[in-house]
């Protein structure tokens, strides 16, 4: 394999010959980046006003190159949330995390100033044998009860609250 490497109008290519495949990387003097942030709306949030504000952040940012234009995606109907992607070049690498930051903390003062709401897991949890659970429940009370009473630092009390030892005396 043969390499070489030349200036050419600003930009720096490498030329690797390998065989009969030529492959060429050209890498720009200017350091960009792609950053994504996810954003997950309620169900209750309509995906239009979350997608225009959400294009809206993106473009107002300071951080973000103009061009190529921000890109706000609505990635999928997720089990909890609606789920959106905000996808945008960098202007400076080195400020990649404060772009992160800025756009998402606009992102959550914009979601509070138009009533728009973060989805939220929830779940239900039905309790097949809610008896055997109390026995459960009630066993593991005593044990740590008992516990205690034989380190010496809490006595069980018969009325279910707990005195410290030393009050006896």
Same mark, same amino acid.
């Given at each position: 394999m043969w390499l070489s490497g030349m200036i050419f109008f600003g930009v720096f290519a490498f030329v690797a010959i390998a065989v009969s495949v030529v492959v060429v990387f050209l890498r720009r003097r200017v350091a960009l980046r792609r950053i994504v942030i996810k954003v997950n709306a309620s169900y209750k949030s309509d995906p239009d006003d979350v997608h225009r504000v959400l294009m809206q952040i993106a473009t107002a940012s300071e951080l973000?190159?103009?061009?190529?234009?921000?890109?706000?995606?609505? #990635?999928?109907?997720?089990? #909890?949330?609606?789920?959106?992607?905000?996808?945008?070049?960098?202007? #400076?690498?080195t400020k990649v995390a404060s772009a992160e930051m800025q756009l998402r903390t606009a992102v959550?003062?914009?979601?509070? #100033?138009?009533?728009?709401?973060?989805?939220?897991?929830?779940?239900?949890i039905y309790l097949r044998d809610l008896d055997g659970v109390k026995v459960m429940i009630a066993r593991i009370i005593e044990e740590r009860a008992r516990a205690q009473a034989a380190s010496g630092e809490v006595k069980p009390d018969p009325d279910g609250g707990a005195t410290h030892a030393s009050s006896e005396a």
């Amino acid at each position: 394999m043969w390499l070489s490497g030349m200036i050419f109008f600003g930009v720096f290519a490498f030329v690797a010959i390998a065989v009969s495949v030529v492959v060429v990387f050209l890498r720009r003097r200017v350091a960009l980046r792609r950053i994504v942030i996810k954003v997950n709306a309620s169900y209750k949030s309509d995906p239009d006003d979350v997608h225009r504000v959400l294009m809206q952040i993106a473009t107002a940012s300071e951080l973000v190159k103009k061009r190529p234009p921000p890109v706000v995606t609505f #990635d999928n109907l997720g089990a #909890d949330a609606l789920e959106f992607s905000i996808r945008a070049q960098v202007t #400076d690498v080195t400020k990649v995390a404060s772009a992160e930051m800025q756009l998402r903390t606009a992102v959550v003062h914009a979601f509070r #100033d138009l009533g728009l709401e973060f989805a939220t897991a929830e779940r239900d949890i039905y309790l097949r044998d809610l008896d055997g659970v109390k026995v459960m429940i009630a066993r593991i009370i005593e044990e740590r009860a008992r516990a205690q009473a034989a380190s010496g630092e809490v006595k069980p009390d018969p009325d279910g609250g707990a005195t410290h030892a030393s009050s006896e005396a």
